[in-house]
């Protein structure tokens, strides 16, 4: 694990986002842009029980000690830190001091990554080390998440990627995370925008199968190899997004749940809950205190 001070890098991520004194536990989330979703949250104590993303989870901490346990380990990250989480890896997370807890996360599909990895793709980059020091890394994170009231435009976006792309691959595990022989991306690509388009139904593999032009086995291993998930999990994962998008419109867990594409609320909560670590009412809660 590496740690640094709160000198050095923590002036590259944290000189340049706003400060809070509020003592607060909450949670703010940014406008979608692109796919990428970004929050700030605070927290004291525990904040998070295990869950799990089909995205990376990236982030910066501000303040305080960040703790969470990740592959058996727990880990400890100091102001100006990255934290790289990989997909669908289970993690919690909390602060590990009296002061408190104040952190930025961006999570972003690996999807995404594709056209920015190029030819030195051989699978999701697997960063060992999930606290890194890393000055152009920490700028890069700082540089998405420094304007959480506004979208990221287009040409910013491309920037930011290439720019978070290159700096998994310095710290990425060669051994790790690589799957032999290449994937079709177009056919991954295809099989994405379908399961978005239609996340809230119920989408069979026989109309994957059309949509990607491969068979059901041979797509479950390269959507697997390629963003590190299932299409199942994928599909679930975009509803949890929508839902979430929809919490403090006013309408009822039960409305959205069943509006998303879960068959109730108490599927609907489950899934939040292993997906986001708190229940989808704790996260309203939180989300309309920021």
């Known amino acids: 694990m590496l740690v640094t001070s709160a000198g050095s890098i923590a002036c590259a991520g944290q000189s340049n986002l706003e400060r809070s004194c509020t003592t607060n536990d909450s949670i703010r989330i940014a406008p979608a842009s692109g796919g990428i979703a970004r929050i700030e949250a605070q927290f004291h104590g525990d904040a998070f029980e295990p869950h799990r993303h089909d995205t990376y989870a990236l982030g910066l901490t501000l303040r305080g000690v960040q703790t969470f346990s990740y592959r058996g380990i727990v880990r400890y990250s100091q102001p100006g830190n990255v934290i790289v989480l990989h997909p669908d890896e289970v993690h919690d997370g909390g ?32 960063v060992g080390s999930p606290v890194v020091a890393d000055r152009a890394f920490a700028e890069s994170l700082a540089d998405a998440m420094r304007d959480l009231n506004g979208e990221i435009g287009d040409l910013h976006m491309n920037d930011i990627v290439s720019r978070i792309a290159d700096g998994l691959l310095r710290h990425a595990d060669s051994a790790v995370g690589k799957v032999g022989g290449k994937t079709d991306a177009n056919a991954i690509r295809r099989t994405c925008e379908h399961l978005q388009a239609h996340s809230q139904r119920q ?20 959507f697997r190899a390629s963003l590190g998930t299932s299409p199942h999990r994928y599909l679930i994962m975009r509803r949890l997004e929508r839902a ?36 989808p009412g704790r996260w309203a809660t939180l989300s309309s205190q920021s």
């Open 203 to 222: 989408v069979t593999s026989g109309e994957l199968e059309k949509v990607s032009g491969l068979d059901r086995f041979t797509l479950a291993r390269h």
């Open 244 to 279: 979430r998008d929809m919490i403090g419109s006013g309408r009822s867990l039960v409305e959205i749940a069943l509006e998303t594409g879960f068959a109730d609320q108490a599927h609907f909560t489950r899934h939040f809950k292993k997906t986001h670590g708190m229940t």
């Open 95 to 126: 602060a590990a001091t009296e002061e408190g807890l104040r952190y930025r996360m961006m999570y972003l599909p690996p999807e995404m990554l594709i056209d920015a990895l190029g030819d030195r793709r051989g699978g999701l980059p697997f």
